[in-house]
């Protein structure tokens, strides 16, 4: 159980393009989604926080207008780069949350999306 | 803030040698914490999980206690395999910051055969 699927694992654009990445939880609901960005052979950095139906909460530094997130249902979050350049190419990771209380700590990772913007 | 912090690598062992993987964290509150797993081109995999003091998270082998006077949960193995050769990452979450992540910078470990 508790697993969190992306499409697409990999895409490849040409910088000025728009990308939209898919996070989906399978076989649960999340009530929060979380959408990571991880440079080559580094830790994961927390871009932005999205509750079902809500707007998303960006981490400080993160472009909102560049990033744009949506959670439209319990299982299904999107990450769309708007206007991809060269440096927006990074392994994007979501994971998904189920509940808020004090024991809703763990999240499920998705396998990821490798970006490549030519 | 919190923080998470990790041996740096990479840690390059013979297999069947015991690895330890140092990790210590920075919290204001009692943290959940927690080892990931990425193997080569792969998203994040839990491998194990601890919520409170002196509990002892273990699979596949590896174990990991929660010492909270010293704000450590060491990964260990007895034995590592060539299959183990991965990037761990040590992560907490704070219910005191809204249960969001805090992962340290990973550690790369290869096992040679």
């Known amino acids: 159980g508790a697993v969190v699927s992306q499409h697409p694992s990999w895409v490849i654009c040409k910088s000025g393009t728009s990308v939209k990445i898919e996070c989906r939880s399978l076989?649960?609901?999340?009530?929060?989604m979380f959408w990571y960005r991880q440079f080559p052979k580094q830790s994961l950095m927390l871009m932005a926080t999205s509750n079902e139906g809500s707007k998303a909460t960006y981490e400080q530094g993160v472009e909102k207008d560049k990033f744009l997130i949506n959670h439209a249902s319990l299982t299904l979050s999107t990450l769309t780069v708007t206007s991809a350049h060269p440096e927006d190419s990074s392994f994007y990771i979501c994971s998904a949350r189920v509940g808020t209380g004090p024991g809703s700590y763990e999240q499920y990772f998705g396998p990821g999306t490798r970006l490549t913007v030519t | 803030g919190n923080s998470v912090t990790q041996m740096e690598g990479p840690v390059t062992l013979s297999e069947e040698a015991f690895l330890t993987i140092n990790c210590t964290y920075t919290a204001t509150g009692y943290p959940s914490l927690f080892w990931y797993v990425q193997y080569p081109g792969e998203g994040l995999q839990l491998l194990l999980k601890a919520t409170k003091a002196d509990d002892k998270g273990s699979n596949k082998g590896f174990e990991a206690t929660y010492r909270k006077e010293t704000t450590s949960f060491h990964l260990e193995k007895g034995s590592v395999q060539v299959s183990d050769s991965a990037v761990y990452f040590c992560?907490?979450?704070?219910?005191?910051?809204?249960?969001?992540?805090?992962f340290g910078p990973g550690t790369r470990l290869s096992v040679l055969p």
């Open positions: 076989d649960f609901q999340a009530t929060t």
């Open positions: 992560a907490l979450s704070d219910r005191n910051y809204g249960q969001n992540f805090v």
